[in-house]
């Protein structure tokens, strides 16, 4: 997209870096993603993944480098030899704009399908319940689960409950998705389902980062294709090139490995 170059991204990593102990699990990234556009993020497990994701969504917490969503800082900036802290109150705030969908779908097993949809909007953005459980019952038909939502979630299946959180996800309205591995833990006959909820996503509009090694759903709804190998990137572009041609031998071994 040439008009997308001229603006400023919606995400903008720099220099991330983040160690556990003496382990440095990622080494100075840098990753733009314009609005409306799809990042897919390859790599092989233990690469840093998702502890890129976690830190783009403060559950982690940089030590050097920083992550911006929509021109405000996320975590820490490094900036002038100087560490800027944001505030709970601003991290709170930010984390609200910033959507997450797990592996495991996380929904809460005591609450049905409806109430997990509503229960952030209503607590943490003070809507009235009634709006919230309308928009709820959009947002479950959008994912092919209308009439679903007095259900708990042991009763559906593992792509069901997946769509659940995506919903749920929807339902405060984010900014930006990311996906950490959305399918990884489905029967692969539920696969398909998830992913066809993702790329609607994509299509209306939706600016995310997905974490997956469904290589032809990455072919076909990336816009940008990055590989992170050992907690760096090695190698960024649109699919038909990097999983096309990979010029990096780490990556050209990922790949022949996963299709
Ligand atoms: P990926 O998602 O690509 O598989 P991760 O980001 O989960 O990779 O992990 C990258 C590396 O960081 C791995 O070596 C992992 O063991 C390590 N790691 C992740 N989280 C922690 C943690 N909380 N404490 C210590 N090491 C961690
Ligand atoms: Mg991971």
Avoid: W
Wanted: proline letters at 5%; charged letters at 25%; aromatic letters at 4%.
């Amino acid at each position: 997209m040439t008009a997308g170059t001229a603006r400023h991204p919606l995400v903008r990593v720099r220099g991330l870096t983040k160690n556990f102990g003496t382990h440095q699990v990622l080494s100075g990234v840098d990753l733009d993603v314009h609005e409306g556009e799809v990042a897919v993020l390859l790599g092989p497990s233990g690469s840093g993944k998702s502890t890129l994701l976690r830190c783009v969504n403060h559950l982690e917490r940089p030590d050097a480098g920083f992550v911006e969503v929509a021109g405000d800082l996320v975590g820490y900036r490094h900036d002038g030899g100087r560490l800027h802290e944001l505030r709970p109150r601003a991290i709170t705030r930010q984390r609200a704009r910033v959507g997450m969908v797990f592996q495991q779908f996380n929904l809460f097993p005591h609450l049905t399908v409806l109430e997990n949809l509503t229960e952030a909007p209503v607590a943490v953005r003070g809507i009235p319940r009634k709006q919230a459980a309308a928009r709820a019952r959009e947002l479950l038909e959008r994912v092919g689960l209308g009439g679903r939502e007095s259900a708990y979630p042991k009763r559906l299946s593992g792509g069901q409950q997946q769509r659940v959180a995506i919903a749920r996800a929807l339902a405060m309205e984010p900014e930006l998705l990311l996906f950490d591995e959305p399918t990884s833990a489905l029967d692969p006959e539920l696969v398909g389902e998830v992913l066809a909820v993702i790329k609607d996503l994509a299509v209306s509009g939706m600016t995310m980062i997905v974490v997956t090694h469904e290589i032809g759903f990455a072919r076909e709804v990336a816009d940008t294709v990055v590989f992170l190998d050992d907690g760096r990137i090695v190698e960024s572009g649109p699919p038909g090139e990097v999983l096309t041609a990979p010029r990096h031998e780490r990556a050209r071994a990922f790949l022949s490995a996963v299709l």
